[in-house]
């Protein structure tokens, strides 16, 4: 890039660094406000920086709430959430996509067509099915209505269907069937798809929180942001506490997200683009 | 003797076959189910059946157990439900205030990220972020900025403008900001209140990175030569912005416009994060369709009448998508 063309993109720098701004701001808030004391907290008019940095509000919020319980509730059922859905999404994308059988183009069109029905929208007929099945207040409930989903299974088909025919022929040559194949070629051939689905699926378990506020009553099966909102009740006027324990719950998502960045916004982006 | 019958051939008609391929083709039918047994059950049962089972409970007054069948006596009630119409009514001001300022800032924001600058993939991260935040930490974060002793109050106070009610305030925008210059605007004509609003600029902070991704994509369909040719044209960027991106860019748009919406209609945590006293907010102003249901079906267990409200709403939701899906189809 010549110089002539650095200096003329420096005034769409300056927009996009404004930009940056604003999606930053809240963030940086936050943490400032985290290491702030109570007084500087909720000064008005607002104090940008601590006069003194307090690590110690992370170990108050820390303690404040049973927060070690919270993260280990959201592990295990995001875990498990995303352990399944892959599962259950190979299988499936992969039969969807591979496997000859009658009926099969219906069946796509149904889990696909799961992926138009909002899941808010589900909660009253799901929530009296959990509950009959004397699911409530458990881990169980939390992760069998994502066990699956119309997208993951989606989004593994378009990867399995790419797979050109001949492989599929040299190892049905080989005496392998379908099973064999699924296993040791095509799963192996998709890791990206696989990466992304996992992403999303860990994403989404470390953020939900309507689903399990309605099947959970204990607080010893609370989820992270749950704990969270609990955690905005209890703390009253500290501020200071409250976005201590605000960074504690989104950290872990956050560097995940900008680890695993390009996996995340090309399988948007791909999701995008077949519509 | 050779027996025959009926299976699918490599073009999935179905044809006469011998004996030999009838028990390989069957064992392929069975192997096909079997795959698909496990997210059939769970989509089955949690989103077909769910579905089917939602209008069931729709038809009758349901607390814990159905207690009388009433038919369509609950959608009855929803059409003279004032509060019904009124969480409808925010929830359109809700989706008009907040789509449209993300798409136009994702688009141009998309729009300056797309030529060949330094940087470009830690624009993009940081654009992201608000997005990847749970929807209960942007509820926090931004209920604190607009708490009574807040940032937002401190920057108003830093311009000289008096502190306002922000989340507790149920009194419209529109009727704040004409009493502002001793003008009167009728409740009904209010818009939506300030607690609303509050809410919507939180929304529209941590969806916009969303569109600036998808809006990205949609720009890389566009073939480079389009651009070079324009260029050779002689014609400027603003030029080729109107008259060539923005155009190849619309079943884009149309798509991330549906996108967006749904979402929208969606939307739940960070409203009910921020909705103060109680899931509602003041004198419900911020009571969306999803925060109406929830509160008839968790709070007064009136699960029937939740189940109807949450018929009508996807109703509403797939009205949107397919009115949209009729624009989308090429011109």
Redesign the interface.
Same mark, same amino acid.
């Given at each position: 890039m010549t110089s002539a063309r650095r200096w003329r993109n420096l005034p769409l720098h300056v927009v996009l660094i404004v930009g940056c701004g604003f999606a930053a701001f809240p963030f940086f808030w936050m943490v400032t406000t985290s290491f702030k004391n109570i007084y500087e907290a909720t000064s008005v008019p607002p104090v940008w920086f601590p006069s003194v940095w307090l690590w110690g509000n992370y170990i108050a919020a820390w303690n404040a709430a049973p927060f070690a319980r919270y993260f280990l509730n959201t592990l295990l059922v995001g875990g498990c959430t995303t352990a399944l859905d892959l599962v259950t999404g190979c299988l499936a994308g992969y039969a969807l996509a591979r496997v000859r059988f009658p009926g099969r183009n219906v069946i796509f069109f149904l889990f696909l067509a799961t992926v138009m029905i909002p899941f808010e929208l589900l909660i009253v007929p799901d929530f009296i099915i959990v509950n009959r099945l004397g699911w409530y207040n458990t881990y169980l409930a939390q992760i069998a209505p994502f066990a699956a989903s119309g997208f993951s299974i989606f989004l593994l088909r378009q990867f399995f269907a790419q797979i050109p025919g001949e492989l599929y022929e040299a190892a049905v040559m080989d005496g392998a069937g379908h099973l064999r194949f699924l296993w040791q070629v095509a799963v192996p051939l998709s890791v990206p798809a696989l990466v992304t689905t996992a992403l999303f699926n860990f994403i989404a378990s470390w953020n939900a929180f309507l689903w399990p506020l309605i099947v959970t009553g204990k607080q010893e099966l609370r989820p992270i942001q749950l704990g969270l909102s609990a955690f905005q009740n209890e703390s009253g006027t500290n501020f200071q506490l409250l976005m201590a324990g605000t960074t504690i719950v989104i950290l872990p998502v956050l560097l995940v997200f900008v680890l695993a960045q390009r996996h995340l916004i090309e399988g948007i982006a791909r999701a995008g683009l077949k519509g | 003797m050779a027996a025959s019958g009926l299976a699918?051939d490599h073009a999935?008609e179905l044809k006469r076959v011998s004996a030999r391929r009838l028990r390989l083709?069957r064992r392929?039918?069975a192997?096909?189910?079997l795959?698909?047994l =496990?997210?059939?059950?769970?989509?089955g049962?949690?989103?077909?059946?769910?579905?089917a089972?939602?209008v069931y409970?729709s038809l009758f007054k349901w607390a814990i157990n159905p207690e009388a069948l009433r038919g369509i006596g609950n959608y009855a009630d929803l059409a003279h439900d004032s509060d019904f119409g009124l969480a409808l009514l925010q929830t359109i001001f809700f989706v008009v205030g907040t789509v449209p300022f993300e798409m136009a800032?994702g688009i141009a924001?998309a729009v300056?990220?797309f030529?060949?600058?330094a940087a470009r993939g830690l624009?993009?991260?940081?654009?992201?972020? =608000?997005y990847?935040?749970?929807?209960?930490?942007?509820g926090?974060?931004?209920?604190?900025?607009f708490?009574g002793?807040g940032?937002a109050?401190?920057?108003f106070?830093?311009l000289g403008l008096p502190k306002q009610k922000w989340l507790l305030e149920s009194t419209g925008v529109l009727q704040l900001m004409a009493g502002h210059f001793g003008w009167h605007i009728p409740d009904w004509a209010g818009g939506p209140s300030q607690a609303l609003v509050a809410i919507m600029a939180a929304t529209i902070?941590s969806a916009?990175?969303?569109q600036v991704?998808?809006f990205?994509?949609?720009l890389?369909?566009i073939s480079t030569e389009v651009f070079e040719a324009a260029r050779m044209d002689g014609a400027s960027e603003w030029q080729i912005l109107r008259r060539v991106t923005l155009p190849l860019l619309r =079943?884009?748009v149309v798509?991330?416009a549906t996108?967006s919406t749904?979402f929208a209609?969606?939307s739940?945590?960070q409203v009910?994060?921020m909705s103060q006293p109680n899931a509602g907010g003041p004198l419900n102003s911020t009571q969306l369709a999803?925060i109406f249901?929830?509160n008839q079906?968790?709070r007064y267990s009136h699960?029937g009448y939740?189940?109807a409200a949450?018929?009508i709403?996807?109703i509403i939701?797939?009205g949107l998508?397919l009115t949209n899906r009729r624009r989308?189809a090429p011109t």
């Open positions: - | 699918l999935g083709a392929e039918w192997t096909g189910y795959l698909i =496990p997210a059939g059950v769970v989509l049962v949690f989103h077909i059946f769910g579905i089972y939602l409970v800032i924001l300056l990220l030529r060949e600058i624009y993009r991260v940081i654009y992201f972020l =608000p990847v935040t749970s929807a209960v930490a942007v926090v974060i931004f209920r604190w900025m708490n002793n940032l109050n401190g920057l106070q830093l902070w916009t990175g969303f991704v998808l990205l994509a949609g890389s369909t =079943p884009t798509f991330v996108v749904i209609f969606r739940f945590s009910y994060q999803t249901i929830f079906f968790y699960v939740a189940a949450s018929l709403v996807f939701i797939l998508t989308l």
